[in-house]
């Protein structure tokens, strides 16, 4: 199973609105809509931010928006601010009953 | 609160063996899946095991089936990964997380225990 594939590297300023592409097969992301999409500071472990393509745990920020087309899943984030500095990974369930991910993005806050 | 913790990790040779545990408190460990994920320095990560909270249901990535095996005492709130054959390349940080149910994602991660493979 081939990981997805993310920009390495995304950037905005604060108060922007940037966003991160994810594209996999129709063996994972346009298979079904278990896309999540994970958050992690340098030296920490990976927080989940996004589930089910749309979903937002329970103490996210609405700041962050997932969405789906086709097999490209998006992540969304507005109003930019310097804690938001960090690497995103999308993830997916596949046809296999395994699970993806995609090779980070590192989003630098200017 | 939920919090898994993992340990085990050290230095071991290339084609040995290692037993990691993840420790889970703050949910209820028997009525919930779990998940290895691995990370090596500098890189993404990469998904290794599912485990059924009943231990009926697991899973493996490609790269790791027939050396790991996963598995859990629900009697102890324990999950466990035994590694064996391990290659230089698999030098990482390995972490547990809580699987959040019906939902296909990993909904709590650990802090990770570091695996070096190195002669």
């Known amino acids: 199973q081939s990981d997805l594939t993310q920009p390495a590297s995304v950037s905005g300023s604060p108060g922007q609105s940037i966003t991160i592409s994810c594209t996999g097969t129709t063996s994972d992301i346009g298979a079904y809509n278990h896309v999540s999409w994970y958050q992690q500071h340098p030296g920490k472990a990976p927080k989940l931010i996004i589930y089910e393509v749309i979903n937002r745990p329970s103490g996210v920020s609405d700041r962050f928006f997932g969405s789906k087309s086709g097999y490209t899943a998006s992540l969304a984030i507005s109003g930019l601010q310097a804690e938001d500095e960090a690497d995103y990974y999308c993830s997916s369930y596949t046809t296999s009953t395994t699970w993806v991910f995609g090779g980070g993005t590192k989003l630098t806050v200017l | 609160q939920v919090q898994v913790v993992e340990s085990g990790g050290g230095a071991v040779q290339p084609g040995g063996s290692l037993r990691l545990s993840c420790a889970a408190s703050g949910f209820t460990f028997s009525s919930s899946a779990m998940h290895w994920v691995r990370q090596a320095p500098g890189k993404g990560l990469e998904w290794l095991a599912f485990?059924?909270?009943?231990?009926?249901?697991?899973y493996y990535a490609d790269s790791v089936k027939g050396r790991f095996t996963i598995s859990r005492d629900n009697s102890k709130n324990t999950l466990y990964l035994q590694m064996n054959s391990l290659g230089v390349e698999e030098t990482a940080v390995y972490y547990c997380?809580?699987?959040?149910?019906?939902?296909?994602?990993?909904?709590?991660w650990g802090q990770g225990t570091l695996v070096t493979v190195s002669s």
């Open positions: 485990i059924s909270w009943d231990a009926k249901t697991i």
């Open positions: 997380a809580k699987d959040r149910p019906s939902s296909w994602c990993l909904e709590y």
